[in-house]
């Protein structure tokens, strides 16, 4: 089950469930607009579970935030 803020459900209001990993489940939130690219919403399931499973989910977000390549996805913000 996702949350999405209702600032970017207003904006984004298709949503399709893409799948989940070892960490988490993604989503994608598309626009009515065909020249908004849309966004992926990744939910870390149970990211405090223990130590490392913590460290590697924030190491994850570290990455993303610096990472600047076309084909990884940019880390816009972090909500909780």
Avoid: W
Wanted: one cysteine or more.
């Amino acid at each position: 089950d996702f949350f999405v803020p209702n600032s970017v459900n207003a904006r984004l209001p298709t949503s399709v469930y893409r799948g989940c990993g070892g960490y988490g489940a993604v989503m994608i939130l598309n626009s009515t607009d065909p020249s908004d690219p849309g966004i992926a919403v990744k939910k870390f399931i149970s990211p405090f579970e223990y130590v490392k499973k913590a460290q590697r989910c924030f190491r994850e977000l570290q990455l993303l935030r610096e990472l600047s390549h076309d084909n990884i996805a940019r880390l816009k913000f972090t909500y909780s």
